[in-house]
């Protein structure tokens, strides 16, 4: 999974988690409760692969 972000001078980042398929679905919406923020997927592929 890879979040991308602007920091704090403006610039674009990103990081790179290696997560367990089988956990994938927990850590996208974890993530959307944490931030208040929806999942934007890259492709249809990728939004695919988040569903069991």
Do not use: H, N, P
């Not at 990103?14 to 944490?34: H, Q």
Request: net charge positive; aromatic share 6%.
């Amino acid at each position: 999974m890879t979040v991308g972000f602007v920091d704090g001078q403006g610039d674009r980042q990103a990081v790179v988690f290696r997560v367990d398929k089988e956990d994938i679905r927990a850590v996208l919406a974890a993530l959307e409760a944490r931030t208040g923020r929806r999942i934007e997927y890259q492709d249809d592929e990728a939004r695919k692969g988040s569903k069991k």
